[in-house]
């Protein structure tokens, strides 16, 4: 056993002290960067909840519309045909319930990339949000002129294989009109000559550019297609 040195020279030993201020620092840089991670993981799912609310809808109209169409009802009230007979709309069977297939104003099939959903009027944020929408100042289906169609990046990101002769068909209660890829085309958004009228039948779809950029895409993504004879 070892005796402590005394004398008048001598000093006891410091005890050491704990660097509190420090470990707290620490701890508290460590709160902070798990915060951030948190919010950087909510950041992350907020799109992705955002598409899978919108496709929960999508994916529920196309089989409403396709039960509505093996009906033997001519023309639901729901489709805008020039010269439909008012007999037609007021027949007792006609539906009329807001369902799901009554806010549909045909189907859309790409059976190159095995895509099917019901197409709603309109290009609101409502209605793109819910999957793919007609724009209201170009014609239907069946009828003369362009037949104009959008949605989001989001739910037509398969569409950038479309190429060159591809099929896109168009499915109403009055038949189903099949429509040939002939190319396509980046746009700015401003560019609204994609849809001016043509006198042939003529099918564009529009989406925003690049797919994958979701709501940060700067440009659009335009795909042309003819009526097949």
């Given at each position: 056993?070892?005796?402590?040195?005394?004398?008048?020279?001598?000093?006891?030993?410091?005890?050491?002290?704990?660097?509190?201020?420090?470990?707290?620092?620490?701890?508290?840089?460590?709160?902070?960067?798990?915060?951030?991670?948190?919010?950087?993981?909510?950041?992350?799912?907020?799109?992705?909840?955002?598409?899978?609310?919108?496709?929960?809808?999508?994916?529920?109209?196309?089989?409403?519309?396709?039960?509505?169409?093996?009906?033997?009802?001519?023309?639901?009230?729901?489709?805008?045909?020039?010269?439909?007979?008012?007999?037609?709309?007021?027949?007792?069977?006609?539906?009329?319930?807001?369902?799901?297939?009554?806010?549909?104003?045909?189907?859309?099939?790409?059976?190159?990339?095995?895509?099917?959903?019901?197409?709603?009027?309109?290009?609101?944020?409502?209605v793109l949000a819910t999957g793919p929408g007609h724009y209201p100042t170009t014609a239907m289906p069946g009828q003369p002129g362009l037949v104009g169609i959008a949605a989001h990046n989001t739910?037509?990101?398969?569409?950038?294989?479309?190429?060159?002769?591809?099929?896109?068909?168009?499915?109403?209660?009055?038949?189903?009109?099949?429509?040939?890829?002939?190319?396509?085309?980046?746009?700015?958004?401003?560019?609204?000559?994609?849809?001016?009228?043509?006198?042939?039948?003529?099918?564009?779809?529009?989406?925003?550019?690049?797919?994958?950029?979701?709501?940060?895409?700067?440009?659009?993504?335009?795909?042309?297609?003819?009526?097949?004879?």
């Amino acid at each position: 056993m070892t005796r402590r040195p005394e004398g008048p020279g001598w000093v006891p030993p410091a005890r050491p002290v704990v660097q509190r201020r420090g470990l707290r620092a620490k701890l508290s840089l460590r709160a902070a960067a798990l915060v951030l991670v948190a919010l950087g993981a909510g950041l992350c799912l907020v799109p992705i909840g955002v598409v899978a609310l919108g496709m929960w809808p999508e994916n529920q109209l196309p089989p409403a519309w396709s039960s509505g169409v093996a009906s033997t009802l001519p023309s639901p009230p729901f489709i805008e045909e020039p010269g439909a007979s008012p007999t037609v709309l007021d027949t007792p069977a006609a539906p009329r319930s807001p369902s799901a297939a009554a806010q549909a104003a045909f189907a859309i099939r790409v059976p190159k990339i095995g895509y099917y959903a019901a197409v709603r009027e309109g290009v609101s944020l409502s209605v793109l949000a819910t999957g793919p929408g007609h724009y209201p100042t170009t014609a239907m289906p069946g009828q003369p002129g362009l037949v104009g169609i959008a949605a989001h990046n989001t739910f037509w990101i398969p569409f950038g294989q479309l190429g060159p002769g591809d099929t896109v068909v168009l499915e109403t209660r009055a038949g189903r009109f099949t429509y040939h890829v002939t190319g396509t085309r980046i746009v700015n958004p401003n560019d609204t000559g994609v849809l001016v009228q043509t006198p042939d039948p003529r099918l564009v779809l529009t989406t925003c550019w690049p797919l994958w950029a979701g709501n940060l895409a700067t440009q659009r993504l335009v795909i042309y297609a003819d009526l097949s004879a």
